[in-house]
């Protein structure tokens, strides 16, 4: 009997402690993640949150540990290495930002660790899946531009894979590199002096300005060079560009040019005829069939150059060819008339070919002398007398070429003048 008492004794004692150890630990702190997934946008942070299941009564410190595919201070970066709860709360947050995370299908598995003044919820993992980020190639849209007055430089983005549709600003560093010979603040400046390009959303492309300060000889050339980008930056064609100072015509003709208008065949017709010293055959076959459609492009590079999309007669004499910049000469602008026509200052460039018989039967490709002038920003006045014709002007050649020097262009001072209009 007395056995039996101490049995039930124990049994009754044993209960006790259990009830009062269960008791303890429902007393204790429950721990847990607020969600048990977070998604972590491309481009912007989320917030990960741990609650209890009441007010801590002093900071509580609660620590975690990671796992998963996506590499931390590589797809993303924590704000802070533990939860701390504050006193009189019952949660706390930490940042996750993403970072590189250009691999898909990452993600990042977050564990609460045991503490000893809390115990683990229901809730004791999240997994936060990571959005991989676009990845870029970029390219300057040119190689070489040239700078006159002032010049805009673009960059260009696209997607590697897929379709670009960039939700935020795209930035772009650059530098001026040191091959440059022409300096900043003193030969040219950058408007607003900021050295990136700046993508807005919905555009792939970005530009700046830069401005002619100070033309000095062997100034003459700006390296941009983006370095440093990025993984998310693939470089494209062009990761450099070069800006030829050029304060000369040619800087301000780069780009595309109509034919706008013929200024001289009628006005050299007029004269033999009205002195008697030409035929009339030296006038049946002159170049006047040109439209808004012919153009010509100037195109900056180490050796600027020139392409031609011509339909009508000036296709028999424009080639594609190099372009350089001789000298500058004094021109009188005869079609005015009178005693006293004014005088312009003409450039003179070399073309390294053109048909100089202006011809479509007959062919004679040779380098020539060429003038250009730029009567305003939208202008351009095209100056042509190294020619030796042979559908028209046929007896004026004959008689200009018998009186030439030797070395000397027969048909210098029998010009043809036309005007083109720089496309919008």
């Not at 993640?33 to 801590?56: C, Q, R």
């Not at 650059?174 to 959303?201: L, R, Y």
């Not at 530009?207 to 100070?214: E, G, Q, T, Y």
Request: charge should be negative; glycine fraction near 6%.
């Amino acid at each position: 009997m007395r056995n039996l008492i101490l049995l039930f004794s124990l049994f009754l004692l044993t209960g006790i402690w259990t009830s009062c150890s269960d008791n303890d630990d429902d007393d204790m702190l429950d721990v847990s993640f607020a969600k048990t997934a977070y998604f972590l946008p491309a481009n912007e942070p989320v917030k990960i949150e741990v609650t209890a299941n009441s007010a801590v009564a002093e900071n509580t410190v609660v620590k975690f540990g990671i796992t998963g595919s996506a590499v931390k201070d590589e797809d993303y970066t924590l704000s802070a290495e533990e939860f701390v709860i504050p006193a009189g709360e019952s949660s706390a947050f930490i940042e996750m930002t993403p970072k590189d995370n250009f691999t898909a299908d990452r993600d990042v598995k977050l564990s609460i660790l045991s503490g000893t003044n809390y115990k683990i919820g229901k809730n004791g993992v999240t997994t936060v899946t990571v959005e991989s980020k676009e990845q870029l190639i970029y390219s300057f849209v040119q190689e070489y531009y040239a700078l006159a007055n002032e010049v805009t430089i673009e960059v260009e983005v696209k997607a590697v894979a897929g379709t670009y549709g960039q939700k935020e600003e795209v930035h772009i560093p650059f530098t001026i590199g040191d091959a440059s010979t022409a300096k900043e603040g003193v030969n040219f400046e950058i408007e607003g002096g900021v050295k990136e390009f700046v993508i807005p959303v919905g555009s792939s492309k970005g530009s700046i300005k830069i401005k002619l300060l100070n033309e000095e000889e062997g100034k003459d050339r700006i390296i941009l060079e983006t370095k440093d980008l990025s993984e998310r930056f693939i470089p494209g064609n062009f990761d450099e560009a070069i800006v030829k100072v050029d304060g000369k015509p040619m800087g301000r003709m780069i780009g595309k040019w109509v034919f706008e208008e013929e200024l001289l065949l009628n006005y050299w017709k007029s004269s033999y005829l009205e002195w008697q010293q030409a035929p009339e055959s030296d006038f049946v076959n002159m170049p006047v069939n040109n439209t808004n459609k012919d153009t010509l492009e100037f195109i900056a590079g180490e050796v600027d150059e020139m392409k031609t999309i011509l339909t009508g007669d000036l296709k028999n004499y424009f080639r594609d060819c190099e372009v350089t910049y001789v000298r500058d000469e004094e021109e009188r602008l005869i079609e005015e008339g009178g005693i006293r026509p004014t005088v312009v200052t003409m450039s003179v460039y070399h073309l390294s070919k053109a048909n100089v018989t202006f011809s479509a039967g007959t062919v004679k490709e040779k380098e020539i002398e060429i003038g250009f002038r730029m009567i305003d920003d939208n202008t351009l006045e095209i100056t042509l007398y190294d020619y030796e014709p042979t559908d028209f002007y046929q007896t004026i050649y004959e008689g200009m070429k018998a009186v030439a020097g030797e070395g000397e262009i027969a048909m210098r001072y029998i010009q043809l003048r036309y005007h083109f209009t720089k496309v919008k």
